[in-house]
């Protein structure tokens, strides 16, 4: 009777110290299960939809493994049910759409795609503060680093215009892009969610 009642106070004991080592991360729950995809934060290439993809992935790290540019880094414990799993920081490192990661994905998780058809999400330009946009400033460094120049990205009356038809998302543009205003944010971005209409912009 003694023994069982030292093994349930060392249990107690063992769930409280859980439940503290859990505390600091109860108030970022939406981090623990929410998706880490957002602005500049992105799926590799071929990507499932994100509501299958932490399903789909088994966190074998082939993926990062194989990019010759270190541009996947795998989720760390802070991101909860996502941990492990893939993610591109554009404008750390870029996806430069060599597509090998899509080739060695064992699982389906990233699709066997064409580079031309890969969209990780749209390239959106900030008419306020790119130079080409408002000063007569003469920069070209998105349309000049593009993959797809010409085809995903244009220039209009020396303006770079992103084609929301075959943008991929590979941020590289965003990754060359040399401003950005006082709070670091870059007049150009990747949005994930973008829906594309059909049409250049
Ligand atoms: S397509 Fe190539 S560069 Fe892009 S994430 Fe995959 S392996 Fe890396
Ligand atoms: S190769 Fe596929 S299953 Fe493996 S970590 Fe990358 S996305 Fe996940
Ligand atoms: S416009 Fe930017 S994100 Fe779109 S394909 Fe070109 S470099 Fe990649």
Redesign the pocket.
Known sequence: MDARKKIDRRDLLKILAGTAALAPLAGCKANILGSPVGINRLRPPGAVDEEDFTGRCIRCGRCIEVCPYRSIVPLDATDGVNAGTPLILAEKM?CY?CMECVVVCPTGALQKIELEDTR????IINNETCLAQTDDTLCRT?YS?????DI??HLKEFKPQ??TS?????????HACPIEDSNGVKP?L?DPDFVPQGESS
């Not at 990780?120 to 390239?123: F, I, K, L, R």
């Not at 680093?145 to 120049?149: E, G, I, T």
């Not at 075959?166 to 965003?174: D, I, K, L, R, S």
């Open positions: 870029p759409l990780m999400g749209m390239a998105c680093v593009c993959p797809l120049r995903a990205i992103v084609d075959a943008c991929t998302g590979c941020g590289v543009c965003v150009i990747i």
